[in-house]
């Protein structure tokens, strides 16, 4: 190889050289610019961190506003991003966050100025929903905990200044997922609320007052600058669904109040506006106030359901329909008279007895708020005004009367309780109804005696009875052996009655024949007179005529032939020889006496 050709093999190789030198820096100067391109993608947030810078974050600071190293407080877009060199920067690539529906999540700023001493909550800062943390801490955000919310939605979050607490993270955190979920108050209860900052509660209050604007405690920002209290609340949550900061508020959920038919419920309010009666000046037993104000609310609540603070306000239920308290031994399905038992009198004549009362009550809707006003409660008006009131009137009332009298005019004893009764418990704004006497329990040994003598009374009453029923027995037989013999005396009496009429026509009759008699004699004497005048005249003419014998011969003739006198026999018996005259005159009358019969 001749030197040309080793200067020409040389001078090809430089140049090759050259140029695979120009191709190496220049890919290598693509590399080093391509690998400040940072690519960000639609979900995704760049959280970029400086490795050295001009100056040094401030002590107590972990996110850099001026351009110092470390977490840098503006995060990338999606995008692709130039400049990031790799040995300055560092961009790390976080999701998005998401929150759910249905939940909240909560925000820790991890910096930030101090939260004051007095609060316990981060304040609310204009930062786009903390996807701003620049403005964040340019605002004054302040680290810790933030009394801001994330509601459901997406969010680019820059995680190394802001972390999000979800339901998914919550058990990180040392809380439930539960208490992540929109609050839910159901429509038959109502949320008693409990804050966990602002200002504390003013000396002798128990409650925070009602503040105005926050949105049902959803946005706390707003409450802590209307100067919210910590601690239970006034005011309630009603059926619906919160946004409810878990580490700013609590809710307890507790029914609403229900007052039944036939009752009001009075409003005691422990808080609210500062007492003022109004009552009036006639009634001095107690004070009523206006809705609204601490005290006894002059006006009751109504039978329904009312959205009550239970934990700041008590309601005393009271029937509006007639209460019966019973002093015995039994209580009525209220329970107002558990303690009530039978009244334990002593009678004028030294007897101690027992007695049943039952007193009926009302009290009136409008005069509800002053009998609690007045005594508290039923049951303190059961228990410290009508116990004794009706205990005592029947102690000292049974001093009046024996026991038997107490018995015997039961009725008047009750009238007169009731009347007295009416008059004591009138002036507690209760209606007195009425006043009853149940059982009365005198004491055996009088009981004993008593009945002794009213069996005795009443056997003696049995005897005159009987000895009454058997006179009457008696009497009834004589009066029905009266009425037998009466029967007889009547038929005797008609009898005499009828004999002597009989006796009398008797008399009339025999009076009447002879007197017919007498002028039948008379008239047969004439006319025999006559008769015997004419005979005795035919007569002489006769014997003139013919003579004595001849005209006696035909007046027996005459005689003969007017009266059928048989001259010859029907049947003749002879006495012949050979004739049976006997026989044959027996056969002879026979036969007569069968021809008689055929005709």
């Not at 539960?178 to 609320?193: A, C, E, F, K, P």
């Not at 409990?194 to 007052?209: K, N």
């Not at 508290?376 to 009298?405: E, K």
Request: hydrophobic share 45%.
């Amino acid at each position: 190889m001749t030197t040309n050709n080793v200067l020409l093999a040389i001078g090809e190789f430089s140049l090759g050289l050259h140029v695979a030198w120009y191709w190496w820096v220049l890919g290598f100067a693509v590399l080093v610019l391509l690998s400040s391109f940072v690519l960000i993608r639609e979900r995704q947030v760049g959280i970029v961190v400086k490795r050295f810078g001009a100056q040094s974050l401030a002590p107590g600071h972990l996110i850099a506003l001026a351009d110092e190293a470390g977490l840098q407080a503006d995060a990338l877009a999606p995008g692709l991003h130039f400049g990031y060199w790799p040995w300055q920067y560092r961009v790390i690539k976080v999701p998005v966050t998401v929150v759910p529906q249905g939940e909240i999540a909560l925000v820790l700023a991890a910096d930030g100025t101090s939260i004051p001493s007095e609060r316990i909550l981060g304040k609310v800062v204009d930062c786009d929903n903390f996807q701003d943390a620049r403005k964040f801490l340019v605002n004054g955000g302040e680290k810790g905990r933030q009394l801001g919310i994330l509601t459901a939605g997406t969010y680019r979050i820059n995680t190394a200044q802001f972390n999000i607490v979800t339901a998914a993270t919550a058990a990180e955190h040392g809380m439930s997922g539960d208490q992540l979920i929109l609050q839910r108050v159901r429509s038959d209860q109502v949320g008693i609320v409990t804050t966990l900052d602002g200002r504390p509660i003013d000396a002798g209050e128990i409650a925070g007052p009602t503040i105005a604007g926050h949105e049902n405690f959803q946005n706390a920002q707003a409450f802590l600058d209307g100067g919210g209290s910590r601690g239970l609340q006034e005011q309630v949550l009603l059926s619906g669904t919160w946004n409810l900061n878990p580490w700013f508020a609590q809710v307890e959920q507790v029914p609403m109040v229900q007052i039944p038919i036939g009752h009001v419920g009075v409003v005691i309010s422990f808080v609210g506006r500062a007492h003022m009666d109004v009552s009036g000046a006639e009634f001095k037993h107690g004070d009523l106030v206006n809705v609204g104000h601490k005290g006894v609310w002059i006006s009751p609540l109504y039978p329904g359901k009312h959205p009550i603070n239970t934990r700041v306000m008590k309601i005393e239920l009271v029937p509006t329909t007639n209460i019966v308290l019973n002093w015995a031994n039994r209580t009525e399905a209220h329970h107002f008279d558990e303690k009530l038992s039978s009244i334990t009198v002593r009678s004028k004549d030294g007897f101690a007895f027992n007695l049943d009362v039952s007193q009926i009550i009302h009290v009136g809707a409008l005069d509800a708020p002053k009998v609690i006003s007045r005594v508290g409660s039923m049951q303190n008006l059961v228990d410290h005004v009508l116990q004794p009131i009706v205990g005592n009137y029947f102690r000292n009332s049974a001093q009046d009367y024996t026991v038997l009298d107490f018995l015997s005019a039961r009725s008047h004893r009750q009238i007169e309780a009731a009347e007295h009764i009416r008059a004591a418990i009138g002036a507690y704004d209760v209606q007195a109804i009425d006043t009853l006497i149940g059982d009365i329990n005198p004491p055996a040994e009088l009981m004993t005696t008593q009945t002794d003598r009213k069996i005795a009374e009443e056997q003696r009453k049995t005897y005159e009875t009987q000895r009454a029923a058997q006179e009457q027995r008696q009497q009834l037989v004589r009066q029905t052996s009266l009425a037998d013999i009466q029967q007889q005396v009547v038929g005797a009496e008609q009898g005499v009655n009828i004999a002597e009429l009989k006796a009398n026509a008797n008399v009339k009759q025999a009076t009447g024949e002879a007197e017919s008699t007498r002028l039948r004699a008379i008239g047969e004497s004439e006319a025999i007179r006559a008769t015997g005048d004419a005979k005795a005249q035919a007569y002489r003419a006769g014997v003139e005529s013919i003579g004595v014998q001849g005209y006696t011969v035909m007046q027996l003739m005459q005689i003969i032939g007017e009266r059928n006198v048989r001259i010859v026999p029907d049947v003749a018996v002879t006495g012949q020889a050979g004739g049976n005259g006997l026989v044959d005159g027996l056969l002879g009358v026979m036969l007569k006496e069968q021809t008689r019969k055929a005709a």
